[in-house]
């Protein structure tokens, strides 16, 4: 393909009508590096099939794989580390939470000289239990990691679909059903990495896919099970 030149505009993505000057516009196919103006813009050579990063300290980091040489519209994400000023001028306090827990048993108090247990007034104490809301609260956590689970499920399967990734990485047929197959991103990647940028990934794992070999490529069907 012909070297030629991509121009767009850099915004933040909170304030979409904010442009971000002195923005890092490199071209990782190159290295070539440009800055956005004083208005957000860039003008830096490229071809399609490049990889163009945009970082800005304060704000993430995002990568964009060049499928043609139009104008782009990039919306940078600010860093969730960098905290903002935030004015508190009152506060309410719940009257609930400093309430007892309605799903807690009643404790029960254990000592070691017979069955009676010892008295609130007692010079010696024995060991207090509350049974039940230790595994009361299991079960909350069970939960929580079940629902958080299910949504970044949801998440990797609404945006890495087939459309998505043929459109990235021009595969076909059996070679994207393989390649989803094989580099679906991983759950605690998506986790860790927020907002996950499926692009950077998906273009970095097709570069993984053009070294292996065409039987690599291939998932290895499930064995059939002989009739007992």
């Known amino acids: 393909?012909?070297?030629?030149?991509?121009?767009?505009?850099?915004?933040?993505?909170?304030?979409?009508t904010f442009p971000l000057q002195n923005v890092?516009?490199?071209n990782l196919s190159t290295s070539r590096v440009e800055a956005t103006k004083a208005a957000g813009q860039f003008t830096i050579p490229a071809k399609v099939g490049d990889l163009i990063e945009f970082s800005l300290v304060g704000y993430h980091t995002d990568t964009l794989f060049l499928i043609n040489l139009e104008s782009k519209i990039i919306f940078?994400?600010?860093?969730?580390?960098?905290?903002?000023?935030?004015?508190?001028?009152?506060?309410k306090m719940n009257p609930y939470i400093l309430a007892p827990d309605p799903l807690a048993r009643p404790y029960t108090r254990v000592a070691t000289d017979g069955l009676q247990g010892k008295g609130n007034n007692d010079r010696a104490g024995g060991l207090l239990f509350n049974l039940g809301y230790g595994k009361y609260r299991r079960q909350q956590e069970k939960i929580r990691?079940?629902?958080?689970?299910?949504?970044?499920?949801?998440?990797?399967?609404?945006?890495?679909?087939?459309?998505?990734?043929?459109?990235?990485?021009?595969?076909?047929?059996?070679?994207?059903?393989?390649?989803?197959?094989?580099?679906?991103?991983?759950?605690?990647?998506?986790k860790s990495e927020r907002p996950f940028n499926?692009?950077?990934?998906?273009v970095k794992a097709y570069h993984s896919w053009l070294k292996?070999?065409?039987?690599e490529r291939k998932i290895s069907s499930m064995p059939k099970l002989k009739a007992d």
């Open 76 to 91: 940078l994400p600010g860093n969730s580390t960098t905290l903002r000023e935030v004015e508190i001028i009152s506060a």
């Open 24 to 26: 890092k516009v490199r």
């Open 198 to 202: 499926y692009a950077y990934y998906t």
């Open 1 to 16: 393909m012909a070297q030629g030149t991509v121009s767009g505009t850099v915004y933040d993505f909170d304030n979409r």
């Open 212 to 215: 292996l070999s065409p039987e």
């Open 145 to 190: 990691l079940l629902e958080e689970r299910d949504r970044f499920q949801t998440e990797i399967n609404a945006v890495f679909t087939e459309a998505y990734v043929s459109d990235l990485v021009k595969l076909k047929g059996d070679d994207l059903k393989n390649f989803m197959a094989m580099y679906r991103p991983p759950e605690e990647l998506v």
